[in-house]
């Protein structure tokens, strides 16, 4: 069997989260812990910082030429065909509360000549939950946990009466929150998750939707390649594929199209 396209960009990512892991499980639940608010008011810790600067200094060594795209400190991928989109620490509230749901997330986006965007490369990298999600393209998508890893595939259900439902909070769906709130009323089960996990759970098929209403890229861009990876579909509120639109929406192919017509009726 010849190696994959991407297997050294995923090696690479591999490495990336070695050292993302490394750091932030040190700085997790730690007493010092840093926190500051950012223009956004949103929370942002020491290790949120240190986890991205980690890693742009091995892509500077390692991929020299690759833009990159991180939530701490900006854009460089101008004029980029390449570009590694990088959330040091998804889930930041968690982490700094010590709840163990959070990950860094790592994205290799290619960018063809018509200017079409395409992740190749994702990693959810979960370590104080001992797992970790991957995913490069056209090769399938798994998880690793304790050390051992497993090809991931989503869930067959083929109604929302019957499907469950992950999402992190009510916040962001303005004029959709009633229609959403009529969905989750008919759901078999809804549950509060999250952030990442919830749309790697629709990736190993142990939930069938994820939403979300509002997020930049780099909380979606290595959760769409893992998503899609395992067979599901991932896209914005309104429908549209990728990470680019938003908001995302995980879930299996059977209800995908029957999910955003109710959210958008």
Not at 55 to 79: C, K, W, Y
Not at 91 to 107: C, D, E, H, Q, S
Not at 113 to 130: F, M, N, Q, T, Y
Request: charged share 20%; proline share 3%.
């Amino acid at each position: 069997m010849s190696e994959s396209k991407y297997a050294d960009d995923l090696a690479l990512a591999h490495l990336l989260a070695d050292i993302a892991d490394s750091i932030s499980l040190d700085r997790y639940q730690s007493l010092d812990l840093v926190i500051t608010t950012k223009p956004d008011n949103t929370p942002v810790t020491d290790a949120d910082r240190a986890v991205e600067s980690a890693i742009r200094q091995a892509l500077e060594t390692h991929r020299p030429n690759d833009g990159v795209l991180g939530e701490e400190f900006g854009s460089d991928i101008t004029g980029a065909k390449r570009y590694w989109v990088i959330d040091p620490i998804d889930g930041t509230k968690n982490f700094m509360r010590g709840v163990p749901t959070w990950a860094t997330l790592i994205a290799l986006v290619e960018v063809g000549d018509d200017g079409k965007r395409e992740v190749v490369v994702g990693i959810a990298s979960s370590p104080a939950l001992a797992r970790r999600w991957y995913a490069s393209c056209c090769e399938g998508a798994f998880v690793t946990f304790n050390g051992q890893s497993r090809k991931i595939s989503v869930s067959q259900v083929a109604s929302l009466p019957d499907a469950s439902i992950a999402y992190s909070d009510f916040v962001g769906f303005g004029s959709r929150l009633d229609a959403f709130n009529s969905i989750l009323s008919k759901a078999w089960r809804t549950r509060g998750m999250g952030d990442f996990w919830s749309h790697m759970l629709v990736a190993e098929g142990a939930v069938d939707v994820a939403i979300e209403p509002t997020l930049a890229v780099w909380d979606m861009a290595a959760l769409d390649i893992i998503v899609r990876e395992a067979g599901g579909v991932f896209t914005n509120i309104s429908g549209e594929f990728g990470p680019f639109g938003g908001s995302g929406v995980s879930t299996n192919k059977a209800i995908h199209d029957s999910l955003i017509k109710a959210l958008n009726s």
